[in-house]
């Protein structure tokens, strides 16, 4: 309950923050803070043939929202804190950026767009020698930018189908994504297609820069590693607290990830059952212990051993599950095995010698027996 009332809370504050022109049609709008109020995003939507702009203001805005607009000329003159303006679903659109830099322009769903950049508002190189400006596109028809440069003015045409949009498994052309900007090292202004890498979205320009598909594999593996140390350490918590359906949940997503890129690999050396994995399958079968399933545990840790043969853990939980299953006689050789390993550690010191009281008294009662 006070999460959902936290969360009403912000999406209140966000919609106070806003302020909406709507529903006009051939006027002209000039969006001071003593007609907005003095909210920091502003949304023009459903306008037709109607002429706005953003002058300078001690106002200072976050972002601009542009959605279901016709015929529409919008010039925007003062600065954006997140330097960012949005379009979608509307047709013969122009953006004027004069005076200031907009580092991110996202339009999708829109047919006859025209930017127009003044000096110093596209491609600017910051303090690290980079240009992150981006203009990023989907499903949009007839796009013109327009930068003026030092140099003279840039232009690019674009147009989704003319640009290669095809369908990609369930993805419609319509969310085929590309980027135009300018590149770093020849100025020149261009789009490129936009190929998902992980959570990332990169062209292949960025991908033969960074060494090719192998350098892009390993990259796609160093973030699934990373996604897999966050499973595990939350899985350690859920174990901590006692949560161990939670903790088996989240260590076979873990095991499974890893699994399957060791899988897929052709050296399989080289990938086959990282230490996350190795680590996953003896903290499962620890809660399989904990939830007594031995034979559950039993082949969790069996897989730990035979992925590493050296690991403590993995042996003591074989250990341990051989104990909870009855088999002393098996089991007193591995947590043998494991205190030689690891002769200081009391937890196995004290399973070692229940293990031999059980089975001194097993074996006493089959010779009585």
Not at 132 to 146: I, M, Q
């Amino acid at each position: 309950m006070a999460a959902k009332k936290a969360l009403d809370r912000q999406r209140e504050t966000e919609e106070n923050a806003k302020y909406v022109l709507a529903d006009k049609e051939n006027e002209t709008f000039v969006l001071k803070t003593e007609t907005t109020g003095g909210k920091k995003i502003i949304t023009l939507k459903d306008l037709k043939n109607c002429t706005v702009s953003i002058p300078k203001d001690k106002t200072v805005l976050i972002k601009v929202f542009v959605e279901n607009c016709t015929g529409t000329s919008l010039t925007i003159s003062t600065k954006l804190l997140t330097s960012h303006v949005e379009l979608t679903h509307c047709n013969d659109i122009t953006l004027n950026a004069n005076d200031y830099t907009l580092s991110t322009v996202q339009i999708d769903m829109c047919d006859g767009v025209t930017l127009n950049y003044g000096k110093n508002t596209f491609g600017v190189v910051d303090e690290f020698g980079d240009c992150n400006d981006r203009v990023y596109h989907s499903g949009v028809k007839n796009l013109t930018v327009n930068v003026e440069g030092e140099s003279g003015k840039k232009s690019v045409q674009c147009d989704y189908l003319k640009d290669g949009a095809v369908q990609i498994a369930e993805a419609s052309p319509e969310e085929y994504q590309f980027v135009t900007q300018i590149l770093k090292d020849t100025k020149e202004l261009v789009t490129d297609h936009l190929i998902r890498v992980g959570p990332k979205f990169l062209t292949q320009r960025e991908i033969d820069a960074a060494g090719g598909e192998s350098a892009i594999a390993a990259m796609e593996l160093s973030e699934r590693m990373a996604e897999c140390e966050k499973h595990k350490a939350d899985g350690n918590a859920a174990f901590s607290n006692g949560e161990y359906g939670q903790a088996i949940l989240l260590y076979s997503m873990v095991i499974d990830k890893t699994q399957e890129d060791a899988n897929k690999a052709k050296d399989n050396k080289k990938l086959h059952c990282p230490k996350v994995h190795v680590v996953s399958l003896a903290n499962r079968s620890a809660c399989f212990l904990k939830m007594g399933n031995p034979e559950k545990a039993l082949v969790d840790a069996e897989a730990c051993v035979n992925a590493d043969p050296g690991y403590i853990k993995g042996i003591f939980r074989k250990g341990m599950a051989l104990h909870a299953m009855g088999e002393y006689e098996k089991a007193l050789p591995v947590l043998a095995k494991s205190l030689e390993l690891e002769p200081k550690n009391k937890q196995i010191k004290q399973a070692l010698q229940f293990c031999e009281i059980k089975l001194q008294q097993e074996l006493r009662k089959r010779m009585e027996g």
